[in-house]
């Protein structure tokens, strides 16, 4: 079994920082990657960014330049470092970690962007 927890989510003005982190727990080994969906009520999931355990990392358009992730995957740990913040960043964040044919999900982390 795999416990994923993440936090750092909260409320924040407009062109802040806010830093998220997902931790693993329980049979951790072998993923072969993590990464952070976010989700807005009434819409679909969405790709945020992403980490493999090679180092590679990639991210949605919509954030790209104003986020960097990061992680040790092997531990089972990962971040999501977020600037500039906009309105439209609001969601819940969720982090998944994917192993063989199984992709494990956290509970979601609520960021809310307002003045």
């Known amino acids: 079994q795999v416990q994923l927890v993440e936090s750092g989510g909260g409320l924040v003005q407009p062109g802040g920082s806010l830093r998220l982190s997902c931790e693993a727990s329980g049979t951790i080994f072998d993923f072969a990657a993590m990464g952070w969906y976010r989700q807005v009520p009434g819409k679909q999931r969405v790709f945020v960014a992403g980490?493999?355990?090679?180092?590679?990392?990639n991210y949605a358009e919509f954030i790209k330049g104003r986020s960097s992730i990061s992680g040790d995957i092997a531990k089972g740990t990962l971040y999501l470092q977020m600037n500039n913040l906009k309105a439209e960043d609001t969601a819940v964040y969720y982090c998944?970690?994917?192993?063989?044919?199984?992709?494990?999900w956290g509970q979601g982390t609520q960021v809310a962007v307002s003045s």
């Open positions: 980490l493999t355990s090679g180092g590679y990392t």
């Open positions: 998944h970690a994917d192993r063989s044919r199984d992709r494990y």
